[in-house]
């Protein structure tokens, strides 16, 4: 393409090269700027990434910017900045305009950063009002950019061209500048450019001088080309990347295209170079001689070099030579070993020649049916998308600060990066061709402001242009980049026609790489290469792996969201990746937080997210969601990243016989370049270690290995896991020797010796009642019972309570949202007021049953919203040694839905400030991310237990834990000890009501308490915040539960916390018994102990054992349980009015755990009746009958829509009133809802009909699909 293909103008709209000159005091607005058309004025074809060299020694370093014949123009610009286009100083490339008074800016640089204009946030949606092609329509006036209409930056410096560049051509060129610009050379308009994130070359050879030059460029925030920049990320402008001038011959090298061809064998190989000589001068050019040659990294040849003439070309015109060279068995590249040859290109004229090289990997990309091979071999996908952008300096990223994000990703086991969604800095591919990384390259283009409908960009031909102009520029760039092994047309921009150009445009350069585009769907009608999703559930992707009639390699683009507290299930989704050939792999979104540094108050510094910089409008807090944070520290996901990505399996195979398997999950090299360790370790405390004899499994094999661990002699109440891990034997370029690449942690089944408590042998205890409050005394502790709280007021050990004010152990159910929870959980706790449970004390009770035990009992019925419920049965006993052991039965009533944690809450003294545990750690992790941490002793305070989200939420979670101890500075320690199933514990310095409403972590107060969260179950992360939920089994539904715990009281000083942390716990009591009633009225108890006789008693009637489950509509049951030999239970459960005692319902089919036909009447429009869709979903009709339970005088029915979302919402229906249920008549009603209807519908009758059943049949659906929904059907009767 030339450079006259660059401009497609709108008529008369691209002439203002002289008239901007002519007119510059009106200051309009150039026409370029709001023309999608017009990509470029003057501007060179997208080319390779190249640089001439003065020499081979410069050519085979092969750095660019290190070339004899490059001058960078990196560095202090003056600068100047408005915030509308009107205000701009227009003559300023003038050369006779003073700028001596403008301030100085960095280049590269994003103004907004350094203080100029307001930063914005979006994910999706225009930050000007959307109007293409204009960007300077009126926004409604809360927008920012009403006043910042379009900001201009005005840049000027001055530069020097060697006169060893004399008589040579000379070009500039813009690596990146945000959005549009336009660029002058001693006062004369050199050209434009639009496309923010592809390199613009300008030949400026006859707007230079010898001595000083002066360039001046004026840079537009907004312009046409940010309609199709509306990727998720801040919006920052300015020239942000490298500024270049460099120098050729007059007759030049202008673009090369270097593929590598493997044989049938994929041993030798065939190198290819396909070169555009063009002749930049102004006399036809004389024949010369183009020669390749290839050179191993060390710089000794690799190949006999090869050679063609080129004729004598043209002025102005170029030509099209193709050299071909055999090479004899090349190392092959790939992300495990990425081998580089140099190839160098020399164009000879005579006396005058130029030297051009690149870096070359030998590698070969096939798909064979819906296989993804590299050189012959399927390979696998594991990373991430990647923005560029770093907290303190934006868009703008340094080699140095890309090779930390390298050095990061390889060593967590990441061979992938998507350049989501734009063509990245050029020095980020031949970093990934050095380090090993296989990159998804995308271009510049995302639309999703204007959806993927028919508003999309995708369609309208005026659009057409600028689609083909990026992916062009994108791949004509990165061509010759072995990293690069896939081509992606774009992100979220819809699938038109403009996109079926790109395509063509792209397969007419390199009709070798795959391409992608995930707007293109997967199956017959998608035209790339590569079958693609975002965000499918675990379960989907795995019937994408199994399906039948797909043909294509499954890429799933984006998934695992990693906002905030988050990216559940990663674990699952690799799993799957590494069972099924047919699944290429997948991207993280994404790879870090894109927070940004406010420090525009001293006083207040912080990283920032939507809103932080008072922009409007923003997407708040969707701005951090990586794996790692902002400034490159780990976020507890990146271990669990690095485990479930870790190419190293490791798995039990017979843990009593010391037998594991290693299997060798990478696709090119042995196992020889690792070492093999192990350790056992004792309740956390290494015992022993060793290491495996040098390993030599090959890609995709398996070898059983015995670890000679000494034989156990265990512990009573001890726990031993053994460790085996992976460690680099040699230094790479990522990672020094010794770097572990692999673990895996196994516990290992022992029989150790029980060891009981004889309670008969503690100190004996007192107890005294004042009050409400019950006081128990022991040797060197109390602790105090308040019977009007239910719960504990104060632990004292040494004359020191630990409690803090009403901090004793209270039912905890909910969590401040980790902003995933909100898309799906936290609705519900908030709607049925888990946050602000109102606690009712309905019995206490006290009991000494023998003089070392003191046993209390509390039911607490907590009460919310919207008819939710809860009571808490907690026994409280109390030992002669201090210790505490406490059984829980807490019993939700109401809306199954879902709960944060099925838990209890402690405030304890703030001077507590230390936390030990035996649990996961020492990160924080949950049910549904916890892979990555194992099993050990750790130890921390409980400030660094906060992990540093920006938004203060609920975190450090620890799962598996077996005790966790809470201490400080000669303080006693409170240790918490599991009862049975191990506990999910946190410690933390602010509580769940604190953290909720604040915005930024650095506005949160002075701590006042440790809060010290024990939990039998915690709720999952997932990734909802754009993804699902968590999986089915990481959800804490409001069933039934109990579990148990105990405290004990320890003294200051005490240093071996692991003995009291499996002392024996007496078993010589009835745990607490479960009541549950279902949405039929229907009451089931339940107890654990083995041949308990429970009995209970309605609404204080008489005692009956139970057997079998009973109607109740509401009313409170005392329960008791008693075992031979076992100290018994008794408790009491709470039942308000359930709604099966309004009226009776049944139905059709139903959706378990989500469409139960009782929530058609149980008054709560949230809720919905739903047809069966999971395990074979019948077809309509469907329907529901209500029993009244007595006739009505019915005058009205009135139904009430699904209101989440449309799916099964009623169409075509027909509605029956009977007394009769085995004989409907005639319909009552019958006809259409409308189809967008989310208000109650109300059907009014001419008479009233006596009628005791009702029957509403659903004949169809809104959107024709095979199930029913009803949030509500309601009657109006007759007063």
């Known amino acids: 393409m030339d450079k006259n293909t660059h401009l497609r103008i709108l008529t008369g709209l691209c002439l203002s090269l002289v008239l901007s000159v002519i007119c510059p005091a009106a200051a309009p607005l150039p026409p370029e700027i709001e023309n999608p058309e017009c990509l470029g004025i003057n501007k060179e074809p997208a080319h390779a990434t190249l640089m001439p060299y003065a020499n081979l020694k410069e050519a085979l370093a092969a750095k660019r910017h290190d070339s004899s014949f490059c001058l960078s123009l990196n560095g202090q610009w003056k600068f100047y900045w408005v915030p509308t286009p009107d205000q701009r100083p227009v003559d300023f490339y003038k050369t006779d305009f003073d700028v001596s008074g403008w301030k100085e800016i960095p280049v590269p640089s994003n ?105 001046a460029v004026e840079v537009y925030r907004f312009s046409s080309g940010s309609y199709l920049e509306d990727q998720d990320m801040w919006r920052l402008s300015g020239i942000y990347r490298n500024v270049t001038l460099w120098s050729t011959p007059q007759v030049h090298i202008r673009d090369f295209f270097i593929k590598t061809d493997l044989d049938e064998h994929y041993k030798n190989a065939t190198l290819q170079v396909t070169a555009k000589v063009k002749n930049y001068g102004d006399k036809p050019s004389q024949a010369c001689t183009l020669t390749a040659a290839l050179f191993n990294i060390e710089g000794k040849t690799a190949a006999e070099k090869v050679q063609i003439a080129v004729p004598g070309i043209e002025p102005g015109q170029e030509k099209t030579v193709t050299l071909t060279m055999p090479v004899k068995a090349p190392a092959k590249w790939t992300a495990e070993t990425p081998t580089l040859y140099t190839t160098v290109l020399t164009l000879a004229n005579g006396k005058e020649e130029e030297i051009l090289s690149a870096r070359t990997g030998f590698r070969e990309i096939e798909i064979k049916g819906r296989l993804f091979l590299v050189n012959g071999v399927p390979i696998k996908l594991k990373g991430a998308n990647r923005h560029e952008h770093w907290p303190d300096s934006g868009h703008y990223v340094t080699e140095e ?58 369609h309208p031909k005026a659009w057409e242009a600028a689609h083909v102009d990026r992916n062009v520029a994108n791949v004509e760039n990165f061509k010759n980049h072995p990293s690069v092994i896939i081509w992606s047309l774009g992100n979220e921009a819809g699938s038109g026609q403009n996109f079926l150009a790109a395509l063509r445009a792209i397969k007419a350069i390199d009709p070798d790489r795959p391409t992608h585009y995930e707007r293109f769907g997967i199956g017959n009608d998608n035209p790339a290469d590569i079958d693609s999703q975002m965000y499918t559930g675990v379960g989907g992707v795995e019937q994408i792996a199994n399906s039948t009639t797909l043909t294509k390699p499954f890429y799933l683009c984006e998934y695992a969201h990693a906002m905030f507290n988050s990216m559940g299930s990663i674990g699952e989704y690799n799993d799957l990746f590494d069972k099924y050939p047919t699944l290429l792999g997948g991207a993280i979104w994404e790879w870090q937080d894109q927070g940004l540094w406010n420090n525009r108050d ?272 907690a026994i409280y006993t109390i030992y002669g040694d201090g210790s505490i052991l406490v059984d829980n039965a807490i019993a939700p009533i109401g809306r199954r839905i879902p709960l944060a944690r099925m838990g209890v809450r402690m405030l304890l003294d703030a001077k507590l400030d230390q936390f030990s545990y035996l649990g996961r750690g020492p990160m924080e992790n949950y049910s549904d991310r916890k892979r990555g941490f194992d099993v050990g002793l ?114 200051a000083g005490q240093e071996n916390l692991s003995s009291a942390g499996r002392l024996p716990i007496p078993q010589d009591r009835i745990k607490p018994v479960l009541g549950a009633r279902d949405m039929a009225g229907l009451v089931t108890l339940s107890c654990a102990a083995a041949g308990a006789k429970i009995e209970y008693a309605i609404n204080g009637t008489g005692w009956q054992t139970y057997t079998t489950p009973f109607e109740l509509t509401s009313g409170t049951v005392q329960v008791r349980a008693a075992v031979p030999g076992q100290v018994p239970y008794q408790g009491m459960l709470v039942f308000p009015e359930s709604p099966a005692a309004k009226w009776n319902i049944k139905a059709s089919s139903f959706e378990p755990d989500e469409g139960e036909p009782i929530h058609a009447i149980d008054g709560e429009p949230d809720t919905f009746w739903h047809s069966r869709y999971s395990g074979g979903a019948p077809s309509h009709p469907h329907f529901l009958i209500i029993d009244f339970k007595k006739p009505q005088d019915i005058t009205a029915v009135i139904y009430t829509p699904r209101q989440d979302m449309s799916n099964g919402r009623l169409k075509e229906y027909e509605i029956y009133l009977s007394n009769d249920p085995e004989n409907w008549g005639q319909p009552a009603f019958k006809g259409q809802f409308p189809p967008n209807a989310r208000r109650p519908q109300t059907l009014k009758l001419d008479a009233p009909v006596n009628a005791r059943y009702l029957k509403i049949v659903a004949l169809s659906e809104v959107s024709n699909q095979a199930f029913a929904s009803i949030a509500e059907i309601n009657i109006e009767t007759k007063q």
């Open 401 to 458: 600060k890309m090779i930390r994000d390298l050095e990061i990703l390889k060593q967590g086991n990441c061979n992938h990066v998507r350049t989501c969604h734009y063509s990245d800095d050029p020095r980020w591919y031949e970093l990934c061709d050095e380090y090993g990384i296989y990159l998804v390259a995308e271009a510049n283009v995302e639309s999703h402001g204007y959806g993927y409908g028919r508003e999309s960009l995708s």
């Open 111 to 215: 103004w907004q950063v350094l203080g100029y204009g307001t930063p914005y946030y979006r994910n999706l949606g225009y930050i000007f009002q959307k109007d293409w092609p204009r960007v300077m329509s009126e926004p409604p006036k809360n927008y920012t950019a009403y006043t910042e209409r379009n900001p201009v930056g005005s840049y000027r410096r001055e530069f020097e061209v060697p006169k060893a560049w004399q008589d040579r051509r000379i070009f500039l060129t813009f690596d990146g500048v945000d959005s549009a610009f336009f660029v002058w050379v001693n006062g004369q308009k050199v050209g434009y450019s639009v496309n923010s994130r592809n390199a613009a070359d300008f030949d400026i050879t006859k707007y230079v001088k010898p001595g000083k030059n002066m360039v």
């Open 938 to 1051: 750790y130890s921390s305070s409980v400030k660094d237990q906060m992990t540093p989200y920006a938004k203060p939420m609920e975190c450090g979670n620890h799962e598996d834990v077996r005790w966790a101890a809470v201490g400080g500075k000669r303080m006693p320690t409170l240790l918490a000890q599991a009862d049975g199933d191990n506990m999910q514990v946190s410690a933390l310095p602010y509580t769940d009501e604190v953290m909720t409403p604040i915005e930024y972590t650095v506005d949160l107060p002075a701590s006042t308490s440790t809060v010290l969260t024990l939990a039998a179950r915690t709720l999952g992360v997932g990734s909802n915040g754009c993804g699902p939920r968590p999986l089915d089994q990481y959800i804490v539904w409001s069933d039934p539960a109990t579990f148990s715990y105990v405290l004990r009281l320890l003294p």
């Open 602 to 873: 001293p006083k207040r510094q912080f990283m920032a997210y939507g809103g932080g910089f008072g922009e409007v409008p923003n997407d708040h807090y969707f701005i951090h969601k990586g794996v790692i944070f902002s400034d490159r520290s780990p976020k507890p996901h990146y271990p669990e990243m690095k485990r479930a990505y870790q190419w190293i399996g490791i798995e039990a195979e017979d843990l009593a016989a010391g037998k594991v398997k290693i299997r060798n999950k990478y696709a090119f090299i042995d196992l020889s370049g690792f070492q093999g360790h192990w350790s056992l370790t004792e309740d956390g405390t290494e015992i022993d270690r060793g290491m495996f004899k040098a390993l030599n499994i090959g890609p995709g094999e398996e070898q059983l290995l015995t670890v000679p661990f000494k034989t156990i002699n265990p512990k009573p109440g001890a726990e031993y896991f053994l460790r085996v891990w992976f460690v680099l034997a040699k230094k790479t370029l990522w990672a020094k020797a010794g770097f572990e690449v692999a673990a895996a942690q196994f516990q290992v089944p022992v029989i150790a010796q029980t060891v009981t408590m004889d309670t008969a042998k503690l100190d004996s205890l007192t107890f005294s009642e004042k009050e409400s409050q019950i006081i128990v005394s022991g040797k060197d502790f109390s602790v105090v019972f308040d019977r009007t709280e239910g719960t504990i007021t104060q632990l004292v050990r040494d004359k020191v309570n630990l409690l803090a004010d009403g901090g004793g152990p209270k039912m905890h159910l909910w969590r401040a949202p980790h902003r995933n929870d909100d898309m799906w959980a936290y609705r519900s706790w908030q709607d049925y007021g888990l946050d602000d449970l109102k606690r009712t004390v309905l019995s206490t009770s006290l009991n000494q049953p023998q003089p070392s035990v003191v046993r209390i009992e509390a039911v607490i019925q907590a009460t919310g919203k919207r008819g939710f419920s809860a009571t808490h049965s």
